[in-house]
């Protein structure tokens, strides 16, 4: 009897376990329509280290949670021309604290995971520092404030900074 108690006991254990979340890491999509636009945002959610930004260096490119962005039509960012397609988004540092995000047009990228930025558009990017400290990557579309009233913002978090570049809305049609 005593081996059957131990056995549901153990069983027990392991399916409660199991139930247990792990630290959640999943696949992330933020979408976004307006004025006949569709942006789709995807990435992988990852928690923030901030042992992983000492020492950054200009040239790092963090893949921001192998972050996409699909366009529907048209855009411009400043005076890039943004046609449709999908998008690599990923953020290439200055400095610690200034960070520029790069579109990199998925089909011409290469590898994914290297992908090359000479085909990227370097997006005209505020990096702002000492935001509320989030603990995990926070990718979004938002609407614009101040200068960038009007347009649509795409906005990478972690830890204390923040990244946000404008993109020009489609006019009326």
């Known amino acids: 009897m005593k081996k059957k108690t131990a056995f549901a006991a153990s069983l027990l254990l392991v399916c409660v376990t199991g139930m247990i979340p792990a630290h959640p890491h999943f696949n992330k999509s933020v979408t976004a329509a307006v ?72 089909a011409e990228a290469g590898n994914p995971q290297s992908p090359d930025l ?24 938002t609407g614009g404030h101040g200068a960038s009233d009007g347009k649509l913002l795409v906005t990478v978090a972690f830890g204390s900074r923040r990244l946000e570049a404008a993109i020009s809305l489609p006019a009326p049609a």
Not at 42 to 55: D, M, Q, R, S, V
């Open 35 to 106: 004025k006949g636009l569709e942006l789709k945002l995807t990435y992988f959610t990852l928690p923030y280290n901030a042992k992983h930004l000492e020492g950054i260096k200009e040239g790092f490119v963090f893949h921001c949670g192998r972050a996409k962005l699909s366009i529907s039509s048209e855009v411009s960012a400043g005076s890039a021309k943004i046609v449709a397609g999908t998008y690599l988004l990923r953020a290439k540092a200055t400095s610690a604290d200034r960070w520029t995000l790069v579109l990199i047009p998925e």
């Open 118 to 141: 000479s085909k990227g558009i370097a997006l005209e990017t505020t990096s702002l520092t000492q935001q509320s400290d989030l603990h995990h990557l926070d990718l979004n579309l």
